[in-house]
């Protein structure tokens, strides 16, 4: 299983709003309505911000956003804040209990 | 919701380790877990997943073979037994908890370094 694409890394400004991608293939990302995304600060564990694609756990920010469209999803952050300066990292359900994820993505907020 | 992994540390190649998970604040024996590990300059990756009662387990295939996955429904404790490890299997190893739709909740990880 092969990994998803993100970008390497991304900035933004206070107050901007990012997006970053996630492509995967018909056999993980487009085949199941199934993608997460996790947020990561250094020296801690991953956390959950979205799940099956669109759907925030309760506590995380309407500034987080997510949407598939085909073999990509994205996730997009809106009014970005000093916080959000962290790892983002998409993850997709690939068929019998197994999941795949993205190389991570490093947010630099300036 | 509170996973505390332990038991890394530093092994030679082809040595062994045993990772544990102390589980609490959740009824540990209603959900299915994986591990997963992030290796330095390296995305996550999925390695396994045990389901509630242990009737079924599975690999990713860069550890199927020499890792095992298993539980303890009555401590509440997951474990992942690590064989023949090899300078790749480095990485900071995670216990995190399956909700069937998506991977909720992460502990804080213990680090695995495989090196003479």
């Known amino acids: 299983q092969s990994a998803l694409t993100q970008p390497a890394s991304l900035s933004g400004s206070p107050g901007q709003s990012i997006t970053i991608s996630c492509t995967g293939t018909?056999?993980?990302?487009?085949?199941?309505?199934?993608v997460s995304w996790y947020q990561q600060h250094p020296g801690k564990g991953p956390k959950l911000i979205i799940y099956e694609v669109t759907k925030r756990p309760s506590g995380i920010s309407n500034r987080f956003s997510g949407s598939k469209s085909g073999n990509t999803a994205s996730l997009t952050i809106s009014g970005l804040q000093a916080e959000d300066e962290a790892e983002y990292s998409c993850c997709s359900y690939a068929g019998s209990s197994s999941w795949v994820f993205g190389g991570g993505t490093k947010l630099t907020v300036l | 919701v509170q996973l505390v992994e332990s038991g890394g540390g530093l092994v030679q190649p082809r040595g062994s380790l045993r990772l544990s998970c102390a589980a609490s604040g959740f009824s540990f024996s209603d959900y299915s877990m994986n591990w997963v590990r992030h290796s330095p300059g390296k995305g996550l990756e999925w390695l396994s997943y045990i389901s509630e009662t242990s009737s079924a387990k599975y690999y990713a295939e860069s550890v199927k073979g020499r890792f095992t996955v298993s539980r303890d429904n009555a401590e509440n404790s997951l474990y992942l037994q690590m064989n023949s490890l090899r300078a790749e299997d480095t990485a900071i190893y995670y216990c995190v908890r399956d909700s069937a739709t998506y991977l909720d909740y992460w502990g804080q990880g213990t680090l695995v370094t495989v090196s003479s």
């Open positions: 018909s056999s993980d990302v487009g085949n199941f309505h199934l």
